[in-house]
């Protein structure tokens, strides 16, 4: 694969923002926003909730917010999207109450949100839940001391949304630092609102009363770029990404040039891997930011599955990741899974046949997979895919690789002979 790309808004910030610009009446308006359907998705949550959002003009949302929200999200919309339990953190906050259907979204495992909820009730919030709903009440949100377990994303987010309008001050410990929620507070303290620690697993959040509207470009996507450039080094490639920070890629960068790929550039001159003669195995170990991204773990199995010698997997954010294993071994790759490593030795030749998009990272994995198969590789359920990379079949193409988005049924007897 050879060629330049620009690379989108990121997902993971975008659909945030979206939840953060209900925090203020009036017009919010975010730009490079990723034409994908998650987005679509966030979409109509907010305008379920009474936000005017006008999309007509491609990459950017228009938000005409109202002075008073809904307060409560429909199965259909939540379940589509579980990333929109983060507009209960923004609904509490400022509305004081908040019923939402429980969230659907990547099929990973075990995804809970009893931290978010946990910290939602320091703060003061009446929480109840049952299976298939969370309600959430308070009269004003008070700032608490809250120490996460875990450093969650989606937990830090949740909570930072509500403490910006809480009274007084709330300190999240070992909180999430990845570069996206730096992005959130940047949105966030354009509108006004006062957050010490950007960066660092100490968020220090003073309330204020009211936020103003803002304007606000998202952050290039790092998974996304991360998906191309393992592209680029799977495939013998020479590829170069621009408008995203390569610094938010570091150790995937490293793990790269461990492989043997050469990695040069920076965000302004954009970030440009070469691959090198021959991938080389190396271990890779998921764990929240700065540590390996868990969203690029399949298509690095995909990238490993070719590179000589024997390397390590180990999953340590979500159980269900794996999940695409069964269909890289239906492909030919030789991966062993002691709990949560999976083994994998290389190289092995890969030859296509119909496989099984079961979540968004594995769908992207398996369509690169087929970019180094032998003949031709179907990937079923790509709407897992379209969930988050725009028209990834003709990005794919533009740098060279021979890839098709095909609206035909696929032939489901060839699935079901996947072992
Ligand atoms: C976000 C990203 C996802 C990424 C993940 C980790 C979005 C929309 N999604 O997901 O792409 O893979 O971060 O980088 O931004 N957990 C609990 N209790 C909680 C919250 C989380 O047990 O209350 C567990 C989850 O089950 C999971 C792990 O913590 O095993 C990580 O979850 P979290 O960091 O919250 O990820 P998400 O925000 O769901």
Same mark, same amino acid.
């Given at each position: 694969?050879?060629?330049?790309?620009?690379?989108?808004?990121?997902?993971?910030?975008?659909?945030?923002?979206?939840?953060?610009?209900?925090?203020? %009446?009036?017009?919010?308006?975010?730009?490079? !926003?990723?034409?994908?359907?998650?987005?679509? @998705?966030? &979409?109509?949550?907010?305008?379920?909730?009474?936000?005017?959002?006008?999309?007509?003009?491609?990459?950017?949302?228009? /938000?005409?917010?109202?002075?008073?929200?809904?307060?409560?999200?429909?199965?259909?919309?939540?379940?589509?999207?579980? $990333?929109?339990?983060?507009?209960?953190?923004?609904?509490?906050?400022?509305?004081?109450?908040?019923?939402?259907?429980?969230?659907?979204?990547?099929?990973?495992?075990?995804?809970?949100?009893?931290?978010?909820? $946990?910290?939602? @009730?320091?703060?003061?919030? %009446?929480?109840?839940?049952?299976?298939?709903?969370?309600?959430?009440?308070?009269?004003? /949100?008070?700032?608490?001391?809250?120490?996460?377990?875990?450093?969650?994303?989606?937990?830090?987010?949740?909570?930072?949304? &509500? $403490?910006?309008?809480?009274?007084?001050?709330?300190?999240?410990?070992? =909180?999430?630092? %990845?570069?996206?929620?730096?992005?959130?507070?940047?949105?966030?303290?354009?509108?006004?609102?006062?957050?010490?620690?950007? #960066?660092?697993?100490?968020?220090?959040? +003073?309330?204020?009363?009211?936020?103003?509207?803002?304007?606000? @470009?998202?952050?290039?996507?790092?998974?996304?770029?991360?998906?191309?450039?393992?592209?680029?080094?799977?495939?013998?490639?020479?590829?170069?990404?621009?408008?995203?920070?390569?610094?938010?890629?570091?150790?995937?960068?490293?793990?790269?040039?461990?492989?043997?790929?050469?990695?040069?550039?920076?965000?302004?001159? #954009?970030?440009? !891997?070469?691959?090198?003669? %021959?991938?080389?195995?190396? +271990?890779?170990?998921?764990?929240?930011?700065?540590?390996?991204?868990?969203?690029?773990?399949?298509?690095?199995?995909?990238?490993?599955?070719?590179?000589? #010698?024997?390397?390590?997997?180990?999953?340590?954010?979500?159980?269900?990741?794996?999940?695409?294993?069964?269909?890289?071994? =239906?492909?030919?790759?030789?991966?062993?899974?002691?709990?949560?490593?999976?083994?994998?030795?290389?190289?092995?030749?890969?030859?296509?046949?119909?496989?099984?998009?079961? +979540?968004?990272?594995?769908?992207?994995?398996?369509?690169?997979?087929?970019?180094?198969?032998?003949?031709?590789?179907?990937?079923?359920?790509?709407?897992?895919?379209?969930?988050?990379?725009?028209?990834?079949?003709?990005?794919?193409?533009?740098?060279?690789?021979?890839?098709?988005?095909?609206?035909?049924?696929?032939?489901?007897?060839?699935?079901?002979?996947?072992?």
């Amino acid at each position: 694969m050879r060629g330049s790309l620009p690379i989108n808004g990121a997902k993971n910030s975008a659909l945030k923002l979206v939840a953060a610009a209900l925090l203020a %009446e009036g017009r919010t308006t975010i730009t490079n !926003v990723p034409d994908i359907a998650d987005m679509h @998705a966030m &979409a109509d949550v907010a305008r379920h909730l009474g936000v005017n959002v006008d999309a007509s003009v491609p990459g950017t949302f228009v /938000l005409d917010v109202p002075g008073e929200l809904h307060t409560a999200t429909p199965p259909e919309l939540v379940q589509r999207l579980r $990333a929109s339990i983060v507009v209960l953190g923004p609904l509490v906050g400022r509305q004081r109450r908040a019923r939402l259907a429980m969230p659907g979204g990547c099929n990973l495992g075990s995804r809970n949100i009893d931290l978010h909820l $946990a910290g939602l @009730a320091r703060m003061g919030a %009446e929480v109840t839940y049952g299976p298939d709903y969370v309600e959430a009440t308070c009269e004003r /949100l008070s700032g608490a001391n809250i120490e996460l377990p875990f450093a969650s994303v989606g937990a830090t987010e949740n909570l930072l949304l &509500a $403490a910006v309008l809480a009274q007084g001050r709330t300190r999240i410990s070992n =909180a999430a630092r %990845e570069p996206e929620i730096g992005d959130l507070v940047a949105f966030l303290q354009s509108m006004g609102a006062r957050i010490q620690g950007t #960066g660092t697993s100490e968020l220090v959040i +003073d309330g204020v009363d009211q936020l103003s509207p803002t304007h606000h @470009a998202v952050l290039g996507d790092r998974i996304e770029a991360g998906t191309f450039v393992v592209a680029a080094a799977l495939t013998g490639g020479d590829v170069t990404l621009t408008g995203v920070d390569p610094e938010h890629l570091r150790l995937a960068l490293e793990k790269l040039r461990d492989a043997g790929a050469s990695v040069s550039g920076d965000a302004t001159t #954009g970030l440009r !891997v070469r691959a090198g003669d %021959e991938l080389r195995a190396l +271990d890779v170990v998921t764990l929240p930011y700065p540590g390996f991204p868990t969203d690029l773990q399949p298509q690095f199995l995909v990238l490993l599955s070719q590179a000589r #010698g024997t390397s390590m997997v180990t999953e340590n954010v979500f159980d269900g990741r794996f999940s695409i294993l069964g269909e890289l071994s =239906a492909l030919g790759a030789e991966i062993d899974l002691e709990g949560h490593h999976a083994v994998v030795r290389g190289p092995r030749p890969l030859s296509g046949r119909t496989v099984t998009a079961s +979540d968004l990272r594995a769908g992207a994995a398996l369509v690169l997979a087929g970019l180094v198969a032998e003949g031709e590789t179907r990937v079923a359920e790509p709407h897992h895919i379209d969930r988050g990379y725009a028209d990834f079949a003709g990005r794919l193409r533009a740098l060279g690789g021979d890839v098709e988005r095909a609206d035909v049924p696929v032939d489901l007897e060839d699935v079901a002979a996947a072992p």
